[in-house]
Nanobody, 125 residues
Framework: VQLQAFGGGLVQPGGSLRLSCAVS????????MGWFRQAPGTEREFVAT??????????YYSDSVKGRFTISRDNAKNTVALQMNSLKAEDTAVYYC?????????????????WGQGTKVTVSS
């Protein structure tokens, strides 16, 4: 299973960015998908997750991004995306996509068995 995240970059505060994650070796519709992030000097933290088809593709978010970020999946392309709006300086981090055998979504990093390489997002004026 391989995941490749892309779409990061430099954006001004208040701007938007869309991250994508291409998955091979696992059909995204059948598994939980998630996004995490890690800022310099901090631990990896949960951002968003979407459950598998059997769990209705339910999604949930960390409190820090709720209402600003949206996770989605494109089953035809076997990808998962993270739309990030109203970006703040504190959103600056390396963002990682991951997949888990859990079916109902997860905000626990240790429950994910495959990870992408990360894509860097910098929010700065």
């Amino acid at each position: 299973v391989q995941l490749q995240a892309f779409g990061g970059g430099l954006v001004q505060p208040g701007g938007s960015l869309r991250l994508s994650c291409a998955v091979s070796g696992r059909t995204v519709s059948g598994y939980t998908m998630g996004w995490f992030r890690q800022a310099p000097g901090t631990e990896r933290e949960f951002v968003a997750t979407t459950a598998s088809r059997s769990s209705g593709y339910l999604s949930y978010y960390s409190d820090s991004v709720k209402g600003r970020f949206t996770i989605s999946r494109d089953n035809a392309k076997n990808t998962v995306a993270l739309q990030m709006n109203s970006l703040k300086a504190e959103d600056t981090a390396v963002y990682y996509c991951a997949t888990s055998k859990m079916r109902s979504g997860s905000d626990v990093a240790t429950q994910y068995d495959y990870w992408g390489q990360g894509t860097k997002v910098t929010v700065s004026s």
